[in-house]
């Protein structure tokens, strides 16, 4: 073991964007200084839009955050009261609470058992007269089926609202995650894949009426072209050219980052494969549906397991301790429905592993040894 590897590990690296350090201080000089004094919806703006666009091949509206970008879908399509949209249990709040505050119902659902993400099959069986709409969520580094949701969607006449906010640059069956659905969503929020200093996220959607209300209602319904216009009640959910400027310099590096996390995932993965009988599953193996924003397992002892890593040095998160129609918040909001075993069980057994594209070679092997060590220990690791 390295003397590297037995240092402190964290979860929530502190030196994400040191090496770009010196680009943000020089993109923070130029905008500042820029003659046009242009700090939202400018230029940058707008050439980071047509950048990601390139990557996918569908429009793109830069906004605010992930959690406003499905706020901006939901409204675009008209959703609201009387208004039924199914969601699975267990996720992240933003599920729940875009639904809740267009005065919809989340019509929450359970998961599939190890890939976390919504079952098809029971959203199906949710529907009822009122659903308008599905709105299934990539989870940790899993996509969701999202060719089981685009037929089930087709169907049954409803909109598919793509909750990809984590999985930029995932692909399923060849296709890019967020376009799956009639519209998808990204979130620049730090940790995720495509991260930033900052507060923003993105809609992607090859639907030119829906791409023009979105691009309305981020800027308080206005057109873009007639000042003090309001077509829509919209919101501001405007993207800063800072931010814009820095991750034009950062999707430079982006490949690469998302390389080295799928390969670390990978390490992980073929390390893991015999844990089962220690009570420890690891996620789907292979690149095709996956998206290597957090490595999950799914640990039968899961708090056992923290307190061993934390002795070893590595520290872990345990995303979604409670399901998500088990929130104060959500419950009471909730149509009818549940039990959730498969989301509770979840809830129970995630703990999730450091993964960062500068986690190093020592590093990795040093958080994959811990997690073998428990696992082999009879009194620690068996259930
Ligand atoms: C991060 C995330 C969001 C919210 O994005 P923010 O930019 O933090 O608002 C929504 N959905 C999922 C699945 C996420 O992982």
Redesign the pocket.
Known sequence: MTATATQDIPFFPPDLFDDDRDTLLRVLYETGTDPSQKFILGARTAELERALAERTGTDTVACS????A?TLVLTALGIGPGDEVVVPAF??A??ASTVIARGARPVFVDVHPTALTMDPAAAEAALTERTRALMP??VFSTMADMPAFRALADRHGLRLVE?S??AQGGTLAGRPAGTWGDAGVY???QV?TFGMPG?G?AVLTSDPSLASAVRMLRNHGQDGVHRFLHHRIGHNSRFDEVMAAFQLHRLGGLDQRLERRARISAYYSARFADLADAGITAPPVGGDGRCHYVYTLLAERRDALRAHLAAHGVATHVYYPRTLPAQPAFAPHAAPGGPWPRAASAARRTISLPLYPHLSDARVEHIADAVCAFARSPQEGNP
């Open positions: 955050s992930g959690t406003s499905l996720g992240c933003p599920l969520a990539h909750d906010a984590l979130s620049f929020v995720k507060e996220g």
